[in-house]
């Protein structure tokens, strides 16, 4: 799946979220994918929240399976380790470099960057296990 195929189907299976995140690349090299911060991301100190970080690197390896596979809705989260390295920058988008590591029948494993936006240096690193379900 291409970015606007990706961005379709999160529009399409994910209404809930999908104004929350925009596919900004999607490529052999995996996905970069945006976090559009806005207040309800935020904890106190106005940065963006742990529990959106994770939800930005859970979301960008999800669609990086995806522009493998195709549509696979039910493909799961099995496994997911974050550290939380840096504060994010109060006021930018958060952006996340997905790639897989290895993309086999039954599990796809990968790992995520994860930036604030204009910011060399990375604010999480997470590593991730997904089901695939069989087809």
Same mark, same amino acid.
């Given at each position: 799946?291409?970015?606007?195929?990706?961005?379709?189907?999160?529009?399409?299976?994910?209404?809930?979220?999908?104004?929350?995140?925009?596919v &900004?690349?999607?490529?052999e090299?995996g996905?970069?994918? =945006? /976090?559009?911060?806005?207040? !309800?991301? @935020?904890?106190? #100190?106005?940065?963006?929240?742990?529990?959106?970080?994770?939800?930005?690197?859970?979301?960008?390896?999800?669609?990086?399976?995806?522009?493998r596979?195709?549509?696979?809705a039910l493909a799961?989260?099995?496994?997911?380790?974050?550290d939380?390295?840096?504060?994010? &920058?109060?006021g930018?988008d958060?952006l996340a470099e997905? =790639? /897989?590591?290895?993309?086999? !029948?039954? @599990?796809?494993? #990968?790992?995520?960057?994860?930036y604030?936006e204009?910011?060399?240096?990375p604010?999480?690193r997470a590593?991730?296990?997904?089901?695939?379900?069989?087809r």
């Amino acid at each position: 799946m291409d970015k606007a195929a990706l961005a379709a189907f999160l529009r399409r299976d994910f209404a809930q979220v999908a104004d929350d995140f925009r596919v &900004e690349r999607a490529d052999e090299t995996g996905v970069c994918l =945006r /976090l559009v911060a806005q207040e !309800r991301h @935020l904890r106190p #100190g106005g940065t963006v929240s742990g529990p959106a970080l994770f939800a930005l690197a859970d979301v960008a390896m999800y669609l990086a399976i995806l522009s493998r596979l195709g549509p696979v809705a039910l493909a799961v989260t099995t496994n997911c380790s974050i550290d939380f390295m840096r504060k994010p &920058e109060a006021g930018r988008d958060v952006l996340a470099e997905a =790639r /897989l590591l290895k993309l086999g !029948r039954t @599990l796809a494993v #990968g790992d995520v960057l994860v930036y604030s936006e204009g910011k060399p240096e990375p604010v999480a690193r997470a590593g991730l296990t997904y089901s695939i379900p069989p087809r």
